[in-house]
């Protein structure tokens, strides 16, 4: 079946350091990748996507290419600030009428000072 | 816009009752809303498919008569977790699809903040 995998976290980084947290995915055909942030108390906030093989989206200086040969959809920032310290989800949804998203286990990032 | 609320944000409540939570798209209409589970540290379960006016559509091994839901307009649906445990205590999340075309969200999902249930 469909599934999402990515790093386990917490990731935990100095302000201004690169960041790059995996997600790999499991999918028949062409499934439609999605990261979404939730900050401490709030619900899930969507960060950027991609719907088809080479997308790259990007928001808020964070990016993601899909790679369909390696089912890849890593998600990266240059420079991170502490305002960033969050929950990463990556997130497939699969073609058809349901619209179900399937999500990865979240991975904890939290920026220091 | 695209703005999802739900009520309550948190309840506390004893074993054996029931809770209901609504949620609600506040500028949009939602023929579709999407009830979700979040455990501590843990990713999302969907829990059920709720669409307006009809019977909702639950996951595997999620029961529907603990967990009613009933999306009786296309901007309110509600979970009702019937005779609460402890080990219902969790976040739930809703999210819900705009009926109408988007412009660059078609057929996107947008979430409620939660409603963390604790069972006491």
């Known amino acids: 079946g469909n599934s999402v995998t990515q790093m386990e976290g917490p990731v935990t980084l100095s302000e201004e350091a690169f960041l790059t947290i995996n997600c790999t995915y499991t999918a028949t055909g062409y499934p439609s990748l999605f990261w979404y942030v939730q900050y401490p108390g709030e619900g899930l906030q969507l960060l950027l996507k991609a719907t088809k093989a080479d997308d790259k989206g990007s928001n808020k200086g964070f990016e993601a290419t899909y790679r369909k040969e390696t089912t890849s959809f890593h998600l990266e920032k240059g420079s991170v600030q502490v305002s960033d310290s969050a929950v990463y989800f990556c997130a497939l949804r699969h073609g058809g009428a349901t619209n179900k998203l399937i999500f990865g286990t979240g991975t904890l990032l939290a920026v220091q000072p | 816009g695209a703005v999802v609320s739900q009520h309550p944000s948190w309840v506390i409540c004893k074993s054996g009752t029931s809770v209901k939570i609504e949620c609600r798209s506040l500028?949009?209409?939602?023929?579709?809303m999407f009830w979700y589970r979040q455990f501590p540290k843990q990713s999302l379960m969907l829990m059920a498919t709720?669409?307006?006016?009809?019977?909702?559509?639950?996951e595997q091994g999620v029961e529907k008569d603990k967990f009613l839901i009933n999306h009786a307009s296309l901007t309110l649906s509600t979970l009702t977790v019937t005779s609460a445990h402890p080990e219902d205590s969790s976040f739930y999340i809703c999210?819900?699809?705009?009926?109408?075309?988007?412009?660059?969200?078609?057929?996107?999902?947008?979430f409620g903040p939660g409603t963390r249930l604790t069972v006491l």
């Open positions: 500028d949009f209409q939602a023929t579709t």
């Open positions: 999210s819900a699809r705009a009926s109408e075309v988007r412009r660059d969200s078609y057929n996107e999902q947008f």
């Open positions: 709720s669409n307006e006016g009809s019977k909702a559509t639950y």
